[in-house]
């Protein structure tokens, strides 16, 4: 199964626990938005900051993606990383970070006095509202904080600002995960681009991302088991 997220728009999808997804750069460089949710239940989400607690500022091969509490369970591990290969560069930067948010009209508003539709909060809440028959309004709440894909960005040596460069992605680059759970994700096309240069306008050139799920053979799986939410009793001492 695959489906193509056009530029500065949003796409959902459902991934089974088990299967495999993969992010997928096609015409030019591009860097998607990613939003996370057990497929029952729209409460556990993915939780970016604890993400970032556990695994460090930018993700690869290896690390898992974290659910919101009380559930807190990896909800995806990065199975395959094409852009491994660009470690840190010189200016600090790496790429797939969970340091940013995701780019949404409130701050553009308040930044520019500008209205903008198709910042990755709108294109999430706009594909999360089509999934679920209910209005962009009634759901953005559900829209979190992202892993930035494909996205090269870190802190400024000086003032330890966060900053963004143009992403290395080409097409044929690929981030690829195996769902721990049944997930439904969300991935917007950012109106960034390669965030090379603006952001929160039409004037970056942007791109199509592509998602493509994959069924594994049984026998690959036979070591594989959905992990439980978290075992903490819930009483917080009260
Ligand atoms: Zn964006």
Request: negative net charge.
């Amino acid at each position: 199964m695959e489906l193509v997220i056009p530029p500065r728009d949003a796409r959902t999808f459902i991934v089974p626990a088990g299967h495999f997804f993969r992010i997928v750069s096609i015409d030019g460089p591009q860097v998607g938005d990613l939003n996370l949710w057990s497929r029952n239940n729209l409460n556990e989400q993915f939780y970016s900051g604890k993400t970032r607690a556990l695994h460090g500022t930018h993700v690869s091969t290896g690390d898992q993606l974290w659910s919101s509490f009380p559930f807190l369970r990896p909800m995806a591990t990065i199975t395959f990383d094409t852009l491994d290969w660009y470690g840190w560069d010189d200016d600090g930067g790496s790429v797939h970070d969970v340091i940013g948010t995701r780019c949404d009209p409130y701050t553009h508003k308040l930044l520019s006095g500008n209205n903008y539709h198709h910042c990755c909060h709108s294109n999430l809440a706009r594909a999360l509202a089509h999934e679920t028959n209910k209005s962009p309004t009634e759901i953005e709440d559900k829209i979190h904080d992202v892993l930035n894909v494909f996205m090269c960005t870190g802190f400024t040596k000086d003032t330890h600002q966060y900053f963004m460069k143009a992403s290395p992605v080409r097409p044929g680059d690929y981030l690829e995960f195996i769902a721990e759970i049944d997930l439904l994700g969300a991935l917007s096309s950012c109106p960034g681009g390669d965030c090379s240069s603006t952001h929160s306008s039409d004037e970056a050139k942007c791109y199509p991302l592509k998602v493509e799920i994959y069924k594994p053979d049984q026998s690959d799986l036979t070591k594989w088991v959905s992990p439980d939410v978290s075992s903490y009793s819930g009483s917080h001492g009260y």
